[in-house]
């Protein structure tokens, strides 16, 4: 191969490299805005604490936003549903969710917080959890936050397993829909209100297991310096070729 076809394939490997460098930094970013942008929406909702009806949970316009909400009413009877494999402090548990019905609006899946595994062979929540001791038969005001629910991921495999309570490898409204023999399910959840005494260990963190606006910073930075590197490289070397 010759000199000048060394220097045509180096450097389009180079740009290439470069480009793919860039690009996966903008993408970083582009993750780092859209991240930052939820947190300070939220940040306005929860500061304001603005209640509207929990019939907002069904605004499809809406299903990615986030609001305030409150109301009256009682959990439906039915299994509870539980999202399976969800780490607390390093402690493996679940995060327990129960249909409940508004005095003034249809159901919709609330988000009772996370409680750790019995068995971890079992993969259930305590008895008290699955009978719903506590929340079931009882008129309840309950207030939190209108969220959607948490990514699904890859969605592999079925994301319902009936029993007792029913176990979820992640949320799937029309699945939970059907399960609960109903014809639709609001798109939103309703995140209680840590200071609620109801449920189980929980937050308003929209970002859970994931990573922060500054964590993808610092990733765009590194990428972009990767491509100043391979840019740099590519420089020295064939300044050192003319050289020679």
Do not use: C
Request: glycine share 8%.
């Amino acid at each position: 191969m010759s000199l000048r076809s060394t220097r045509i394939f180096g450097w389009t490997l180079a740009v290439l490299t470069i480009a793919a460098f860039v690009s996966l930094g903008q993408w970083q970013l582009s993750r780092m805005s859209q991240k930052q942008a939820t947190l300070d929406a939220v940040a306005v909702t929860l500061d304001a604490r603005t209640p509207v009806s929990l019939s907002a949970a069904g605004d499809a316009a809406r299903a990615r936003d986030y609001d305030w909400s409150g109301g009256r009413g009682r959990f439906v009877e039915q299994p509870a549903f539980v999202l399976d494999n969800q780490i607390q402090a390093g402690v493996p548990g679940l995060r327990v969710y129960r249909l409940f019905a508004p005095d003034d609006a249809p159901p919709l899946l609330v988000d009772l917080g996370w409680t750790a595994l019995v068995e971890r062979s079992t993969r259930f929540p305590d008895a008290a959890i699955v009978r719903g001791d506590g929340l079931l038969g009882r008129d309840l005001e309950l207030r939190g936050l209108l969220a959607p629910p948490p990514s699904p991921g890859l969605a592999l495999g079925p994301a319902l397993t009936p029993g007792d309570a029913v176990l979820m490898t992640r949320i799937d409204i029309p699945a939970i829909a059907a399960e609960a023999g109903l014809p639709t399910l609001p798109p939103r959840v309703l995140r209680l209100d840590p200071a609620l005494d109801v449920g189980y260990l929980r937050d308003l963190d929209v970002l859970p297991n994931t990573l922060t606006p500054d964590k993808h910073l610092g990733y765009a930075v590194q990428w972009f310096g990767l491509a100043l590197a391979v840019l740099a490289i590519a420089l020295v070397l064939t300044f050192r070729t003319r050289r020679r």
